[in-house]
Each structure stands twice: as C-alpha cells, then as structure tokens.
C-alpha cells in the first residue's frame, strides 16, 4: 500500500521513513508527488494541524497520507513555542534564527525552571478513516546549542536520562526515545492491527 507523508521537511521525512521499516507500506514524499502541494499550519492545535494537513495531501492525491505536527513546549514560557514553534522568530524564520530568540527569552532562567517538552501528534487519513495519535519527550533546555545532528529544537533540547542535546545523539538514540517515535509507537499498533481495512 502507497502512503504519502505530508512534510516539506527533508529532515522530518527520514525521521519518519525510518519508522516504517517492517509494515507493508511504500513510503513517499511531497517530493514525489507530480504537483507541489501546499501545506497549511493555522490550527490552534498540534491535532488541528496535523490532520489539516493529512487531508490536504490526501484530498490531491487520493493516497493514504500520514502527517506530523510537533513542537517544543517550554513550561516557564506557558507552553510557547508550542504549535508556533517553526515560526517562531517571525516571517523567514530558520532553526537558528528560533534557537536565537528563545535563548534570549530563556536567558537568566536558572537549571530548575528550564523544563519542557517536545510533542508530537501523527495524523493518518485514508477513505473514510482518521486517526490521531501523540508521543511526549520531557527534558529541559540548555544553556546554549549542543551538537550538529538533528534540526530545530535540537541542539538546545536535553531529555531526561541524558547529559546530551537531542542533536549530539545518534539517530538510533533520538529514534528510540524521541517524541516522534513514541507517537509512531502508538500508530504502528495501529496499522499492524489493519485499522485501514476496517
């Protein structure tokens, strides 16, 4: 069975293909669909827009498509950068330019008020069916970035049991803990189960 994952997001999408690695799908991208597919991110959710964003792909091409939303949710900032967090410094935002500005909003917060955590909700469409499901990586924020692996968030997100970023792991490492892949954990149950055919 063809499955379409909604991202842009090169880094996003190897996350995600790597999941799928013993289900009987045949995993493809926005880059291998025929027409540029524009997504939209203006829910008020992570669910919102995870499947407004399933649906969008799956509207154009009819495939059963599989979409993520997720974020960092910083306790001292309220849960911000939350649903905004890929946009966060504005217009032509970059994972450095947001790294920037929360470190400068963060800047002073001491050890014990830097906790947060990355979320994640998956969203699959199909004919008729629709499915959300969410993973959580709690940790706390660094003090300045750690590591090249990884994107985002990355370098300054410390999860618990480790002394290291999420970008100084190995992919196996952030793929065995990481907030995408307990999502994904949720959803393999699924789709082994062949919620599809039912």
């Known amino acids: 069975m063809k499955l379409v994952l909604a991202t842009h997001n090169k880094y996003k999408a190897k996350e995600l293909q790597t999941f799928f690695t013993g289900l009987p799908f045949e995993v493809m991208t926005l880059e291998d669909m025929p027409d540029s597919i524009e997504l939209r991110e203006d829910g008020y959710t992570f669910n919102d827009n995870a499947l407004q ?3 969008i792909v799956h509207q154009t091409t009819n495939l059963t498509v ?3 939303d997720s974020g960092l949710e910083v306790f001292y900032l309220n849960g911000r950068p939350g649903v905004f967090s890929a946009r966060y410094s504005g217009a032509g935002a970059t ?3 947001n790294n920037i500005k929360l470190l ?3 800047r002073g917060v001491p050890p014990r008020r830097r906790r947060a955590q990355f979320r994640s909700v998956l969203a699959i469409v199909s004919d008729g069916m629709e499915k959300l499901t969410e993973g959580i990586c709690s940790g706390f924020l660094g003090e300045q970035p750690r590591g090249t692996n990884g994107f985002g968030y990355d370098p300054l997100f410390i999860p618990d049991g480790f002394s290291r970023t ?3 792991l190995t992919a196996q490492e952030k793929n065995k803990i990481s907030h995408r892949s307990r999502s994904f954990d949720a959803m393999r149950k699924m789709l082994e189960q062949g919620f599809l055919n039912g």
């Open 53 to 55: 964003k399933a649906r």
């Open 66 to 68: 599989l979409a993520d």
């Open 95 to 97: 994972d450095e330019s």
């Open 104 to 106: 400068e909003e963060m």
């Open 166 to 168: 999420y970008a100084e």
